[in-house]
């Protein structure tokens, strides 16, 4: 029998903090996941603190993992300064365990970005949501693939995860010898998101240092196999997941995706400004939405405006990748999960993500693939 977010949190009653008080009634734990026999939570402390508790974050581990039906549990004790100084969360500790014995590893040689097999890793990000980002992300992925590469899509987005949508994916993904999870295999890409892990409407009540403590695990505990690139679908914004991949990865490179119009374009600048503040190189913008043609009367309608995308880039000196117009095609196949590049290989649009995929590898080519990762310093 599965168990329950409930049955959890009244196993947890019996544990007590520091100060005696009962672990949920702390108000230190975030939302308590659970899918399929796995457990996934964390717990926020003053860093002052965390000598203390980790006693009490191994009673937690020990405890759920009892619980019948857990087949694994990943508690992340993390610390944060309070008062002046740094306000940004950092796990203090993250720890998976499962029941079946690790799984041996076998030797590889160094990836020049610190995953096991991937050669290269490109986010694709926008400044705001509602851009057209994530489709972007997958089509991008899949024309990576046509022109020759070896493809993986990490969905970064821990709370608003759209793979599963994209690409019609119902299954969960399996694990290797109970401790690694194996991706999933769609049209050629090896792909991992959290929303394969849980319900489909089920909220991500999180903080920051637990999104930290997922997106380190699905990289770095995924057995992404050998890739040319992996292509990562980040959350829009310039948050606490951006950090952590800029921090984590040595990022090859940035994708930005804006559509034309001045909003979507003010929130994009500050997009391309973060990623050059911590030192991750601008692959270029892609203007996304770019115009209209009229199925029936073949007019074109400029709907968000257009060229502003391309205007930007040579204002700030960045690559312009190509435009995407704004299609009834790319709007169903999307729906369907049955990303355009895909389904419709030959069409004009796929031909657009191709042409903006061979402007990416020459970006990649003249930059170099490989960089060391930023020291990130947050002031107060």
Same mark, same amino acid.
């Given at each position: ?12 009653? +019996?544990?007590?903090?520091?100060? *005696? ?44 993992? +009892? ?16 008062? &002046?100084?740094?306000? %940004?969360?950092?796990? /203090? ?8 014995? +690790? ?15 991937? %050669? ?8 705001? =949501? ?10 991008? +992925? ?17 709370? *608003? ?16 010898? &109970? ?8 049209? *050629? ?5 959290? =929303? ?28 992404? *196999? ?12 310039? #948050?606490?997941? %951006?950090?952590?991949?800029? %921090? ?22 500050? =997009? ?25 009367? #073949? ?5 968000? =405006? ?31 999960? /049955? ?26 080519? &003249? ?14």
């Amino acid at each position: 029998m599965a168990p329950t977010k409930q049955q959890v949190t009244e196993a947890l009653s +019996a544990i007590k903090a520091p100060d *005696g008080t009962p672990l949920p009634q702390t108000g230190t734990m975030s939302d308590i996941v659970v899918s399929d026999g796995k457990v996934f939570f964390s717990i926020a402390v003053d860093a002052s603190a965390v000598k203390a508790w980790e006693p009490v974050r191994k009673r937690v581990e020990d405890t759920v993992k +009892a619980i019948p039906g857990v087949v694994s549990v990943m508690v992340a004790l993390t610390a944060e300064k309070s008062g &002046g100084g740094s306000k %940004q969360p950092a796990p /203090a500790h993250s720890h998976s365990h499962s029941h079946a014995p +690790a799984a041996p590893r076998g030797a590889r040689g160094e990836s020049p970005t610190g995953v096991p097999g991937v %050669q290269s890793i490109i986010a694709v990000a926008s400044g705001k =949501g509602g851009v057209g980002k994530s489709t972007t992300a997958i089509n991008l +992925a899949l024309a990576l693939r046509d022109i020759g590469m070896k493809v993986g899509v990490l969905d970064a987005d821990i709370y *608003g995860p759209s793979l599963p949508k994209l690409l019609a994916i119902k299954e969960r993904p399996e694990t290797i010898g &109970g401790t690694r999870l194996k991706p999933i295999v769609r049209h *050629g890409l090896n792909v991992m998101s959290i =929303g394969f892990l849980i319900e489909e409407e089920t909220p991500m009540i999180w903080r920051g240092p637990m999104v930290m403590s997922a997106l380190t695990q699905m990289l770095r505990e995924v057995e992404w *196999g050998e890739l040319d690139i992996m292509v990562v679908d980040m959350p829009p914004g310039t #948050g606490d997941a %951006q950090l952590t991949m800029a %921090q984590q990865v040595p990022l090859a490179g940035a994708v930005i995706v804006s559509t034309p119009q001045d909003l979507a374009l003010i929130d994009a600048r500050r =997009g391309i400004a973060m990623f050059q503040r911590v030192n991750v190189p601008v692959l270029g913008i892609v203007e996304n939405m770019s115009y209209f043609m009229c199925p029936q009367c #073949g007019s074109r309608s400029d709907i968000f =405006g257009h060229g502003g995308a391309r205007r930007e880039a040579e204002r700030l000196d960045v690559p312009f990748l190509g435009e995407v117009p704004l299609d009834m095609a790319i709007r169903e196949t999307s729906d369907a999960g /049955a990303p355009l590049v895909a389904t419709h290989p030959d069409g004009p649009h796929a031909k657009v993500y191709r042409a903006i995929a061979e402007n990416v590898r020459r970006q990649l080519e &003249g930059r170099g693939s490989a960089r060391p990762t930023p020291k990130i310093v947050i002031e107060a």
